[in-house]
């Protein structure tokens, strides 16, 4: 057993600091000597003496004996996992060891389609085959639901070799899959279930809040404890729960895609993240929760604004609601998503994490004030007063396509010559690319797909009102790459 009111990697780091050594390794600034005046007359100087490389202190991410290798086991513990691993090259890292260890060049793995973009990294990486699940649509709201349990059967009675589901749970919005099931259904077949839970490090720590993968079965996951804790941007946490998982080849693969020079400062990022959860967790998910709900009740009174409550579990798909999210539209007074993101934060400088055709969303923390709160609901409010007596548009958001011929896998499509045509002339023609219109970030074609008049049609409407577009060389998808 562990005692969690420890932090080797930050004691480790202090330790060092305090031997005031003659420093002569990398990084180049000498602890905090030589950072630029402009930016430490700002900000201060101590925490970049933190910013350390391989010391006798401070151990190697890579191969750790040491303080690294304690606070991996602390994390362990508390996420009660069989291995956990810190991550220094974000979820996307974590997502591409776990689909390069669960199948080989040629085999299947069953794929969400509403994954991250990083997936698709995973399967060029890998080489393996992907067999796609698409989630249900939670029509109402123009999101996407979960992974239905009966799709996933039906997919493994067609593919009953897949080595693996890869799925995201929760999603961006809070929305949990059935993944009890869905674990139960993956093990009948020997196959893993792996789980990008990028948005859901913070489940285990409230019974308010759906349970975490690890609790229903899981046999891998990634958390990305920046998004919900304490830890700082691009910090990540591994975890593996599962007699079918090579805990070697899982930590073989993290050398292949994280960095040879690990950020210190986000190894201690996690250590302390880690620390508070265990000391703190049920308060700090008390906290959110409490200013989440009153924030929803709030908005859901106001004239023409709508939240998602509770009352979609049970429906597409949906198993869970992480309450700390608030997701809600003004559709009722003719703005989209984009157009409310854009008046919160130009007029009221109330910053949402992402807009769609028609809601946004905000995390709400721990760390967030009851001010915050306030603000937010008087701009919704304001908006409110000024919005209803407006003519109202009648909008109507794109429906998802439906998938697209995959003539070549990721791996064989990104090793094959291609050329670059106008995006006016791309129906009928095998892709190079990724395209995923941003937010979400779900990829609509991925490389090796065959592009359709539908798939066209729905990205043209993004192009068109100049939404951003990730995959494409410049952005604004004038020309896509093509196989030849």
Known sequence: MYNQ???????????????RPAYFRIPGHR?????SRKWTDKV?????????????????????????????GLLQELYRADKSFFLVNGTTCGNEAMILSAAFEGQEIMVARNAHKSAMMGLIMSGAKPVYVMPEILEEWGLQGGIRPETVRSAFEEHPHCKALFLVSPSYYGITSNLRELADICHEYGAMLLVDEAHGGHLYFHEELPQGALEQGADMCVQSMHKVTGALTQSSVLHIKSKLADNERVAQNLHIVQSTSPNYLLMTSLDCARYELAMHGQEMMEQALKLAEYAKKKIQAIPGFQCMQEEIVGRAGIAGLDKTRIVFSAKELGLTGFALEELLFQRYAVNMELADYENVLAIVTYANTQEEIERLIYACESLSNEYLVKEKETYIPPAFPALPEQVLTPRQAYFSMSEEIPWQQAVGRISAEMIAPYPPGIPIIYPGERITQEVWNYLEK???????????????????????
């Open 31 to 35: 602890l905090e000597r030589g950072v």
């Open 462 to 484: 993004f192009r068109r009102e100049k939404r951003h577009i990730h995959g494409s060389r410049d952005g604004k998808l004038e020309f896509i790459k093509v196989i030849k």
């Open 44 to 72: 201060g100087k101590e925490i970049f003496a933190y910013d350390v490389t391989e010391t006798p202190f401070t151990d190697d991410l890579h191969s750790p004996e040491g303080s690294i290798l304690e606070a991996e």
């Open 5 to 19: 009111d420890k932090t080797p990697l930050l004691d480790a780091i202090t330790e060092f600091i305090d031997t």
